[in-house]
Structure formats: structure tokens, C-alpha cells
């Protein structure tokens, strides 16, 4: 009847329905049938409840929604099995099968018990009438899917949307964690209840930043804890504040509460690390409870982990807020008592400028009597730098009182074009001795200009002394007009102009345009900003329009009228000390711009007689672009050295190129090329790398000398200096470089030398080997000769025979002594090592050795102890053996020579004792050196060489040698070599 695949078609078929009230299938009317048959084969979750005793049939889909109920649930009432859910389904199924008419409920919530505990779940469901074959309505067909984890996903995605959002506000942390709770407050469903708490700045405490479901201060919420003391048991804070995500299980020992949707106990929690940006310990640590009714698997654990990183990115902004927010609270601070500084020292400063101005103007004046004109000219540069200085200090004091807000200017009418024209014609002399021309074009305006006649002049000054500054040919032009109700006053020049990507910043404070060529690089950067602040002052406007290298146009605006101004400052009587000099320290200035033209390089100086004019006096290149400074240095060094003076760094290269100097001097900050990169072009060139150069800055301070001298300079001065000082770096620069040339001169007369042993040393081994091919034969040829005497001429020609052999082979070790010293000093020594008797081999030596020994009447008395074998070069070891035994015989003449070779432990042990004139201790440290003797070489000849090879071979086998008196008279030889012979080293074979 059900024969089916699935497994519920086999549960049907097996099932005992006789038992129920439905009875033996055979007895049940065809709809009940078809229904059953219907269900079973639909993959849609379907149940069917029959008769008024709910009796319920399913299929495989359906079966797994309902969990461990299956299948104890097949042919039980439904009331039965969803007995904990019937208050919400009831209702439902009984309108439907009353009424006929089917309904539809999307995301219902029902409590389920079908995993061991009550569980939130949802389902969107649809109850239908189902009839029996005489069309009565006996029971519901439902089709149901469960959506559980839709809403749940959906419900958890706005919390942390809403977090996600508050993020990337800008608020301090204090209202990002109001925030954060109060998003959390509002899902409680998923979150019961939670903590928040931070760490506070000393690192060992954590205090609570707020709570969900829970009063502050509680037990079970302390406002603070000391990790150390109450970290491990309140919330298990400790481990997460060590990175650990705990999952506690005892929440109903520590707090009772309820939750979930029917207020179930809550009994469990996650407590998780809030992370820090990095590897930084946490922020702090999140404590929220688990819902009774929903099971920790991995979507609600990943939940948990995304609510953490929210938290975590919302706290880190605000952080970040806050510490942005405290650093520009302290840089406005800085600023403000920056400005309160300027005011107060520029104040300090003007009264000693006063004392120095005033005496010095007396003196110029002739009060005190005609001057000697050296003196006047001392006195002309100290005035006219005491003056600037006066100006660079009322430049500051108005700057600081105008952010301060402290400037009280006194708004008079004022005839704006007349006082412009008067201000700016005051540079006409400076501007046409530097070959521009000076256009000033300033018609009566219509009516006067409520202005400060003595901030307008710092407005004017400014412009036109900066216009000449970057002008170097063309033009400068002063314009004043009417427009739109307004005055405007422009200056225009024909200068280098304003780089587009400089121009929004060319009103700020202390900004200066980088590389840009102007005729001096010294200033403080502030008057444009001066500039704008006063015209602002004014109720006016400032701008700028600039091309590279075509010029620019400065244009200020100022309204007609007294509205735009404070009405008690209109006509005010002056209260303040006024800070105007007039245009004479300007033009002074621009004067000294213009003094000569800027890349010739100035004469020397006319110098004092020299002291010795015998001896060439060191020549200086000096490069300074502030023409006072170049007069004053030139005049210090002029009695002492040739000095040529230059007004920028490209000039000073160009010079030092054509004629390099002995020493430059160089100011960092000049137009067209600075300190710094006529330094590195002088470093550039091969014939000025070396030149000794010295730069001058106002810089002061360790790091700036530091920078200095790390710039590759040979040493730095710092502005002001004494002449006394600048005389002695000078000099001691000057002596450096003479040390270092004749160090130079030593190292290449050292190296000539080198260069001719190295040639001697090939010359010998040359030598050596061409005079090694004649002994070769001539030794050949005396053995040939010997072989074919007759018997009567041997007892003729033997001994002279004899004779002539022992010459050969004298000059023949000769020989090879000269090549080793070749191969020794230049460090082509080479050991053909092999394994070798070494005993044999001393025996042959000695067997070699003792017709000598009987012509010069020596007892050779031999130990050797056979075998002794290792390994070691024959030949270098035949000729160590053959060095000892011939000194023992030749200065032991006469006197036993002993000779022993014994082994020890990993070592071979060569001693060869005489009793001969011995060897003074005094001598003993030089003997093995080169050429080296202990006794005259009238008496016993030799080239004091057999030692030192001897000591060579002796160390290249790993071994040692050393000399030690013999007991009544001679002297004892000691070798010791290894028997494993030398280690492996590169350029020694190994045979």
C-alpha cells in the first residue's frame, strides 16, 4: 500500500495501525490514502494529523525538524509530541480545520524540545483542511520549512551593523562604549546580558565601561578588578585578558538571571579579548551571556568573534580619536605658549637693540668726533645688522601679538595710493642698480581707506622686497586701483615665479618654496604669512597668481568704508609700542642683495705682507651669500691666506673647478647651489674629492653638527663664531691636509718598495731556476768522470774529485735556499705531502752526512726510533734534516753532534744537540728570522737563511721548532710535528 524508497515509507508500511484508532489500513477511506501517499512522496517537510485524535503521519523531510521526537511521533497525537509548542500551534490548526480555510504565518517563533534542551527556533508554515471521502473536514495537512537560522542571522547582522556604523564615527571612547551597551541592550534575545570592561592606563586593572542586565557594582560586576589579586575567579578575566576566549558554564553560581524569549536561567558565557591593533596587549574584555535557548554552535560562536572584532575596531578608532584630539590639544598648547614666548623675548630683545643702535647711530653721525674710515665701515656693518635684526623681532613680536589676538591697530582714513607709491618708490635705487625697472602706477582712488598706516606699511615692504628678491630681470611693478568697490593694490614681478603645487601653501607660516633660485636664502618664512594676517586684520583678502618662470602677482583687496572693521578701533589712540621702521632696513637689505653680480667670483682680498714670502700661502675659496658675512670672514683670513669670495655655491663650484683651492668655506643655505650640494659636487669630481671643506650655518646644536660633519664635511661651524675660532679650524683643517698629503707620499713610497722586493723576489726565483739546469749537468758530467777513471788515476784525481762534488752540492742547497726565499716571501710555498718513514728518511740524510762529519773529525752518534710514518712532504723534511746536521757539524767542529728521532702519543720528535760554541740567549728570538746570524760571517760564512726556511717548513707541516742551551757548551735543537701532517689548506697539494 506504501511501498516507497524512503525511510518513512518503510515506517508506515510497518507500523501497527490496527492498534490505533484509525485501524487496519484495509479500513481506511481512500482520501486518508491518497493523503498519506501524497506526503510521503514530497521532499517538502509535510505532517497530517487525522481524526479528533490528532493522530500524525510525516515524511523524511519533516522528520528531521523535529529531531529526537522521530520516530516515536509517527501515529501519536500531535498534541502529544508538540505538547510544549501547542499553545501556539493549537489556536492555529483548530480555526483552520473549523473554518476550511487554509492560512500562512512566515518566521513563526516556536519553542521546540528536540535536542535536550528549550530551543528558539522559526518556521514559516501553512495549515490546509483535510477531508475525508464524504468531504467532512477530519484532520490538517501542514507544509512547513524551518527558517531558524534566517532570522536569527538577519537579527544578529543588525546589531553588528549598527556597530559597524558607530565605528567610524569620531567619538571619544567614553561615548563609544555608551554606544556599544546600549546596542547590545537592544538584543537581548541573543545577548542576556553583558560587561564591558577596559584597561586602565596602568596595565594591571580593568574597569567596567558598562553592563547589560546587570547593575554596576554589583558582586557579580565590580567596577574595577586587579588582575593579579581577582583576575582568575570575577569572570575569568585573566585569561582573556591573555588572549583566551573562555567559555564559562557556571553563570547560575555567580549571578541568577533570565533570558531568552521565556525567561529561562541563563548558564552560560563567553569572555573575550577586545584586541588591540598588532601584538599589543587586549584593550579589554567583553563578558556577554549565552541565550538559554539557543545551543553554542558555530554560527552563534562566529557571531560572538565578529561582536568582538566590532567592538574591538570601535574602540581602537575611538582611541585613536582621542589620542589625534590630545596631540592637537598639546600642539595647540605648544603653539600658544610659543606665541606668548615670541612676545615676551621679542620684547627682551628690542631693548639691548636699542642701546646698540642708538650709540652706534651717534657715533656714525659724528657726536663723538670724525672717525677713521676703517672704524665707520665696522661700524656701518654693525648697524645695518642691528637694524635687521630689529626688524626680524618686530616681525615676530606683531606675529605672535596677531595670534594672540592681542594687536590693537588703530583704523585711520588714509590715502591708500599715495602711501603705497611713497613706500615702494623707497626701493627704486636698489632695484635699478640690480639693472630692473620699477614701475609704480598709483592714481588717487576715489575716496581714503580706513587702514593702520603702520601695518599697511609691513603689508607693502614685504611684497616688494620679496617681488625684488626672485626678480633678476625684467621688471617690478606697483599698481593700485578701484574694483567692485573695493581698493586693490597689486605687485607684480618678473621673477622665477611660484611652483603650482607650492601655491596653497605660500601663507603659511615658516614655509618657504624649496630650490627656488632667489637672491638670498636667508629670512624667517613668516612674512607672507605676516602679510595675509594683517590684510585680514583689515577685513581684506590676499591671493596669489604665479607661473614658473614667468612671475607672479600678489593682489590685496580692502572694502571701502568702516562696516567691515571693529567701530572702538576706528580712530583709537595707540596703546601698544608700534613695531614700523620705515622702508630704510628693507632697502638696506635689498641693497646688500644687489652689491655685485652673483656668479662672478670677487678678487682677493688685498692681504698683509707675507711673513715668509718664501713659502706659497694656502689659498681659500670662500661662498656666502649675505655680503657682510663675506667682508667680515674675508677680512679675518686675508693677513693669514689668499681668499677669493664668491656669493652663492654654484659660483664656488665653478671656481673651485677652474682652481681648485687648498680649503673651502661655504655657508649651507645660498641661492641657485647650497652648502650641501656644492659639497657633493666637489665630492664628485676626481681632482676636488679630497679638498678639506668647511661649512657655516645658523643651525646650532649637537644634531645639526652631527648632519654636518655625516654630509661628508671635514668640519662645521656654528653661527656666531669668534675670528679667533674660524682662524684655528681654518688652520688645523689646512695642517690635516698637509698630514694627509704627506702620509699619501709614504703610503706610494712604501708600495714602490714593495713593489721592488716583489720584482727582487721574482728575480731570484727566476735565478734560481735558470742556475739549477748547469749545476744539473755539471754535477751529471763529474759523476761521469769519476766512472771512467782508471784505477791508477784515482789515487790522482779522486780527492780533487771529491772536493769539486762537495762545491756542487754546497751551491746546489744554495741554490734551492734562494728559490725558497722567492717562494716563502711571496707565498707560493707549496708540500707535496705523502705518506713517509720518517725514520728512513733521517737515516739516508745522516748516511749523506757522515763522510762530512769524518773529514772534519765530528762523532755522529744516531738514535732513531723505526718506523715512525706520517705524513709529510720527503723533500721539505730531507732538506729541515740536512739544515740541522750541517749547522751542528759546522759549529760543533770536533765536538760529538747528537741526533734522535722518537714518537709521541700523535707526534714525531727531531732533536739534534752539538757541543759547539752555543747560541747566546739574546739571539736566540732572531735566529730563525731572514738573513739572521749568530756569529760572524768572516768565520763561518752562510747567508743566515737555513734557519729561517727550516722555521717556515717546520710551521707550514702544523709543526714547532724551538733552541735551548746544551749542558757545557752548544746548542740543542727541538722539532715537533704531527704525525697526521698538515690540515687541508688551499694551494698545498697533497701528493
Not at 698630514?739 to 699619501?744: I, N
Amino acid at each position: 500500500m506504501f511501498a516507497g524508497p524512503s525511510q518513512m515509507h518503510a515506517l508506515v508500511q510497518a507500523h501497527d495501525w490496527a492498534s490505533t484508532p484509525l485501524g487496519p489500513v484495509e479500513t481506511w477511506p481512500q482520501s486518508l490514502k491518497a493523503l498519506v501517499r501524497t506526503l510521503l512522496s514530497s521532499r517538502y517537510p509535510m505532517v497530517l494529523t487525522w481524526g479528533p485524535s490528532f493522530l500524525q503521519f510525516y515524511n523524511d523531510a519533516y522528520s528531521k525538524l523535529i529531531g529526537d521526537k522521530h520516530p516515536a511521533a509517527l501515529g501519536l497525537d500531535i498534541r502529544i509530541t508538540m505538547a510544549e509548542a501547542w499553545d501556539t500551534l493549537g489556536p492555529m490548526i483548530h480555526k483552520v480545520m473549523a473554518t476550511g480555510v487554509a492560512n500562512w504565518t512566515p518566521a513563526l517563533m516556536l519553542l521546540l524540545e528536540r535536542s535536550g534542551y528549550r530551543e528558539e527556533s522559526y518556521f514559516s508554515v501553512s495549515h490546509a483542511p483535510a477531508e475525508d471521502d464524504a468531504g467532512r473536514i477530519v484532520g490538517m495537512l501542514a507544509v512547513c520549512s524551518e527558517v531558524t537560522e534566517q532570522v536569527l542571522g538577519e537579527r544578529r547582522l543588525r546589531l553588528l551593523r549598527d556597530l559597524a556604523s558607530q565605528s567610524g564615527e569620531t567619538r571619544s571612547v567614553e561615548n563609544v562604549c555608551h554606544d556599544v551597551v546600549a546596542a547590545l541592550r537592544g538584543h537581548p534575545l541573543d545577548i542576556p546580558f553583558a560587561l564591558l570592561y577596559l584597561r586602565a592606563p596602568d596595565g594591571g586593572t580593568f574597569t567596567l565601561c558598562g553592563a547589560v542586565g546587570l547593575e554596576d557594582g554589583d558582586l557579580a560586576s565590580p567596577i574595577t578588578v586587579d588582575l593579579e589579586k581577582d583576575g582568575g575567579h570575577v569572570w575569568s578575566l585573566k585569561r582573556a585578558e591573555a588572549g583566551e576566549t573562555v567559555l564559562l558554564k557556571d553563570v547560575e553560581r555567580r549571578v541568577t538571571l533570565k533570558g531568552g524569549p521565556w525567561n529561562d536561567p541563563v548558564r552560560e558565557a563567553l569572555v573575550m579579548p577586545i584586541a588591540s591593533s598588532g601584538k599589543a596587549a587586549p584593550l579589554g574584555v567583553l563578558v556577554a551571556g549565552l541565550s538559554p535557548n539557543r545551543a553554542l554552535d558555530e554560527g552563534y560562536r562566529s557571531f560572538y568573534e565578529l561582536l568582538a572584532g566590532q567592538v574591538s575596531v570601535a574602540l581602537r578608532n575611538a582611541r585613536a580619536y582621542e589620542e589625534e584630539r590630545q596631540r592637537a590639544e598639546t600642539l595647540a598648547e605648544l603653539d600658544r605658549v610659543k606665541t606668548a614666548f615670541f612676545s615676551n623675548i621679542s620684547h627682551e630683545f628690542r631693548t639691548p637693540l636699542t642701546l646698540m643702535l642708538g650709540p652706534v647711530e651717534d657715533l656714525l653721525t659724528g657726536r663723538a668726533g670724525a672717525l677713521p674710515q676703517a672704524a665707520r665701515t665696522e661700524l656701518e656693518v654693525l648697524h645695518r645688522n642691528a637694524g635687521r635684526l630689529l626688524r626680524l623681532v618686530n616681525s615676530l613680536l606683531d606675529f605672535s601679538r596677531l595670534e594672540a589676538g592681542r594687536i590693537q591697530a588703530s583704523y585711520t582714513p588714509t590715502e591708500l595710493s599715495a602711501l603705497s607709491a611713497d613706500l615702494a618708490s623707497s626701493f627704486r635705487s636698489a632695484v635699478e642698480r640690480a639693472g630692473l625697472k620699477l614701475t609704480v602706477d598709483c592714481p588717487p582712488l576715489s575716496q581714503p581707506v580706513y587702514l593702520d598706516p603702520d601695518l599697511w606699511e609691513k603689508v607693502v615692504l614685504n611684497l616688494v622686497s620679496n617681488a625684488f628678491k626672485f626678480t633678476f630681470k625684467g621688471e617690478l611693478s606697483v599698481r593700485t586701483r578701484e574694483r567692485h568697490g573695493h581698493a586693490v593694490l597689486e605687485v607684480r614681478d618678473t621673477g622665477t615665479g611660484i611652483p603650482a603645487s607650492e601655491l596653497p601653501h605660500i601663507f603659511e607660516r615658516f614655509h618657504r618654496v624649496r630650490d627656488a633660485r632667489s637672491r638670498t636664502h636667508e629670512g624667517t618664512g613668516i612674512g607672507l604669512a605676516l602679510v595675509r594676517e594683517l590684510v585680514t586684520l583689515h577685513g581684506g583678502t590676499v591671493h596669489v597668481d604665479s607661473t614658473e618662470g614667468r612671475g607672479t602677482a600678489f593682489t590685496v583687496e580692502l572694502p571701502f568704508g568702516t562696516a567691515h572693521l571693529p567701530a572702538e578701533r576706528l580712530r583709537a589712540p595707540r596703546e601698544q609700542e608700534s613695531t614700523a621702521t620705515g622702508a630704510s632696513p628693507y632697502v638696506e637689505e635689498a641693497l646688500r642683495w644687489s652689491v655685485e653680480d652673483l656668479p662672478i667670483v670677487e678678487e682677493p682680498h688685498p692681504a698683509v705682507p707675507h711673513p715668509a714670502p718664501d713659502v706659497a700661502r694656502a689659498r681659500v675659496l670662500l661662498a656666502d651669500d649675505n655680503a657682510d658675512m663675506r667682508d667680515y670672514i674675508r677680512r679675518v683670513l686675508a693677513p693669514h691666506f689668499e681668499v677669493a669670495a664668491v656669493a652663492d655655491g654654484q659660483a664656488a663650484l665653478e671656481s673651485a673647478l677652474a682652481h681648485p683651492p687648498d680649503l673651502v668655506l661655504s655657508d649651507v643655505m645660498m641661492p641657485r647651489l647650497d652648502g650641501v650640494g656644492l659639497l657633493r659636487a666637489l665630492r664628485a669630481a676626481p681632482h676636488t674629492r679630497d679638498l678639506p671643506i668647511l661649512l657655516l650655518s645658523a643651525r646650532a646644536g649637537e644634531e645639526a653638527t652631527l648632519e654636518g660633519i655625516a654630509s661628508g664635511a671635514d668640519d662645521y661651524l656654528v653661527k656666531p663664531f669668534s675670528a679667533r675660532e674660524l682662524l684655528v679650524r681654518v688652520k688645523s683643517n689646512l695642517e690635516l691636509v698637509r698630514m694627509r698629503r704627506e702620509a699619501a707620499r709614504e703610503r706610494a713610497h712604501v708600495e714602490t718598495l714593495m713593489e721592488a722586493v716583489r720584482a727582487r723576489d721574482d728575480f731570484l726565483s727566476a735565478a734560481s731556476h735558470e742556475l739549477k739546469t748547469p749545476l744539473t749537468s755539471f754535477q751529471l758530467n763529474l759523476s761521469a768522470i769519476e766512472r771512467g777513471l782508471s784505477r791508477a788515476s784515482e789515487h790522482n784525481v779522486g780527492d780533487r774529485l771529491d772536493m769539486a762534488r762537495r762545491s756542487v752540492r754546497r751551491l746546489a742547497r744554495l741554490v734551492e735556499t734562494l728559490l725558497d726565499v722567492s717562494q716563502l716571501t711571496t707565498g707560493r710555498l707549496q708540500l707535496a705531502v705523502s705518506e713517509v718513514d720518517l725514520a728512513t728518511l733521517v737515516g739516508e740524510v745522516v748516511a749523506d752526512a757522515e763522510q762530512e762529519a769524518r773529514r772534519l773529525g765530528t762523532p755522529l752518534n744516531v738514535r732513531l726510533e723505526a718506523p715512525v710514518a706520517g705524513n709529510f712532504d720527503p723533500e721539505r723534511m730531507v732538506q729541515v734534516v740536512h739544515h740541522l746536521l750541517s749547522n751542528a757539524l759546522k759549529f760543533g767542529q770536533g765536538s760529538p753532534v747528537e741526533l734522535t728521532l722518537r714518537s709521541e702519543e700523535r707526534s714525531v720528535v727531531l732533536t739534534v744537540v752539538d757541543h759547539g760554541i752555543g747560541i747566546p740567549a739574546s739571539d736566540r728570538a732572531r735566529i730563525f728570522e731572514r738573513f739572521e746570524r749568530a756569529v760572524p760571517v768572516r768565520n763561518y760564512g752562510g747567508l743566515g737563511l737555513g734557519l729561517w726556511v727550516t722555521r717556515q717548513v717546520v710551521e707550514a707541516h702544523q709543526g714547532s721548532i724551538h733552541v735551548e742551551d746544551t749542558p757545557g757548551g752548544g746548542a740543542t735543537f727541538h722539532i715537533r710535528l704531527p704525525l697526521g701532517g698538515p690540515a687541508e689548506v688551499p694551494g698545498m697539494p697533497r701528493a
